[in-house]
Nanobody, 120 residues
């Protein structure tokens, strides 16, 4: 099992950048594929980006491709989401999640989320 804690959210203006971090507990972090998800008010949760345990594979939603970058540092038990050129539509609670199947698979472990608000 892995415990996840997100940080780095905040209120920014459109066009700004933010970097989200997710710190994981446990010695098996390097075995997990990691994902960033988001949920805006009144909308379903959607995947934003994911990265494999080895960083060899990544995936992005079409809405963030070219603006967001997911990365991880297994030595620091952390995964990051660099968000550039933020838009008001990026406003949501962002969640970090961990799973062991594939980056397209299930993510059983979740953090509490961090709020990102982008003003126009």
């Amino acid at each position: 099992q892995v415990h996840l804690v997100e940080s780095g959210g905040g209120l920014v203006q459109a066009g700004a950048s933010l970097r989200l971090s997710c710190a994981a507990s446990g010695r098996s972090f390097s075995r997990y594929n990691m994902g960033w998800f988001r949920q805006a008010p009144g909308k379903e949760r959607e995947i934003v980006a994911a990265i494999s345990w080895s960083s060899g594979s990544t995936r992005y939603s079409d809405s963030v491709k070219g603006r967001f970058t997911i990365s991880r540092d297994n030595a620091k038990n952390s995964v990051y989401l660099q968000m550039n050129s933020l838009k008001p539509d990026d406003t949501a609670v962002y969640y970090c999640a961990a799973g062991m199947t594939t980056i397209y698979g299930d993510y059983p472990y979740w953090g509490q989320g961090t709020q990102v608000t982008v003003s126009s």
